[in-house]
T-cell receptor, first 112, second 115 residues
Framework: EDQVTQSPEALRLQEGESSSLNCSYT??????LFWYRQDPGKGPEFLFT???AGEEKEKERLKATLTKKESFLHITAPKPEDSATYLC?????????????FGKGTKLSVKP | GAVVSQHPSRVICKSGTSVKIECRSL??????MFWYRQFPKQSLMLMAT?????????EQGVEKDKFLINHASLTLSTLTVTSAHPEDSSFYIC???????????FGQGTRLTVV
């Protein structure tokens, strides 16, 4: 069964304290792995797509990496405005018309 | 990124009434749209997938007659919650993917409260 597990469930950081969020996945075949940011009461905002092991993508203070079993979202010197829930999702081959399977997310809080 | 607009953002309705939620892709043609439901501290759960001009495909356990989905054009899909009950109260989110696209872009979500 295709599955996505994110850890930790919640993460509290001080402003400037770098850290990483983990996304472990099991799929029969990976068509893509996606990271989204979700603010309270809002829909997910697209951040990155990763397709193959070894791939990395960056955007401002965020960097996403991918291996054959997991992905990491590295946050460098976070700011309070980075506080949000970060969702990881996979798109398996043969999925329901390209549906994404989501993890439960990591709620990040960055204190000034 | 592409823009998906969902309306309304919040709605309160009486038990037994129906509510329609709209999802529009503003700057691209969405060949496939997805409808999700999200409970507090839970991941997004897919309810149904719709392709323009054809019937929606519902996930197991989702009542087709209760959650009516219409995808009449390449830029608009609607979800109608019929005869709503308090247990239908939730956060509903749509997403859209364009032709040949890999990423799915999400609407702002709709908070439905049934009283």
């Amino acid at each position: 069964e295709d599955q996505v597990t994110q850890s930790p469930e919640a993460l509290r950081l001080q402003e400037g304290e770098s850290s990483s969020l983990n996304c472990s996945y099991t799929v029969s075949g990976l068509r893509g792995l996606f990271w989204y940011r979700q603010d309270p009461g809002k829909g997910p905002e697209f951040l990155f797509t990763l397709y193959s092991a070894g791939e990395e993508k960056e955007k401002e203070r965020l960097k996403a990496t991918l291996t054959k079993k997991e992905s990491f979202l590295h946050i460098t010197a976070p700011k309070p405005e980075d506080s949000a829930t970060y969702l990881c999702a996979v798109r398996p081959y043969g999925g329901s018309q390209g549906n994404l399977i989501f993890g439960k997310g990591t709620k990040l809080s960055v204190k000034p | 990124g592409a823009v998906v607009s969902q309306h309304p953002s919040r709605v309160i309705c009486k038990s037994g009434t129906s509510v329609k939620i709209e999802c529009r892709s503003l700057d691209f043609q969405a060949t496939t749209m997805f409808w999700y439901r999200q409970f507090p501290k839970q991941s997004l759960m897919l309810m149904a997938t719709s392709n323009e001009g054809s019937k929606a495909t519902y996930e197991q356990g989702v009542e087709k007659d209760k959650f009516l989905i219409n995808h009449a054009s390449l830029t608009l899909s609607t979800l109608t919650v019929t005869s709503a009950h308090p247990e239908d109260s939730s956060f509903y989110i749509c997403s859209a993917r364009g032709t040949g696209g890999s990423e799915a872009f999400f609407g702002q979500g709709t908070r439905l409260t049934v009283v």
